[in-house]
């Protein structure tokens, strides 16, 4: 299954990394480099993570991660990858 990084996921993800990067620029890469690990083992499993909250569709899931929500589309052969969220957040 392939895996696909939409636009509004690392936009948003590339925003909060820079955040981290102006304290910490380690803790940047180290939580860039766990959250793509995290997404790509999605594809071994996709329906591993719960039906997202959300959304009312059962091929979109929410992986929860350090307090985020990356939320991501099952398709026939692609993940869509495309929202990343604090947790305590909405979507929008």
């Not at 996921?9 to 820079?18: P, Q, T, W």
């Not at 766990?34 to 929410?62: G, V, W």
Request: hydrophobic share 40%; glycine share 2%.
């Amino acid at each position: 299954m392939n895996l696909e990084f939409l636009p509004s996921f690392v936009s948003r993800l590339e925003g909060f990394i820079e955040i981290i990067a102006e304290d910490k620029p380690s803790a940047a890469r180290r939580f860039h480099k766990e959250i793509i690990k995290a997404c790509t083992e999605i594809q071994n499993f996709p329906y591993k993570h719960r039906k997202s909250i959300y959304f009312k569709d059962e091929n979109i899931r929410d992986l929860v991660f350090k307090g985020f929500v990356i939320i991501y589309k099952i398709d026939a052969e692609t993940i869509r990858v495309f929202a990343f969220i604090n947790r305590n957040d909405s979507l929008e």
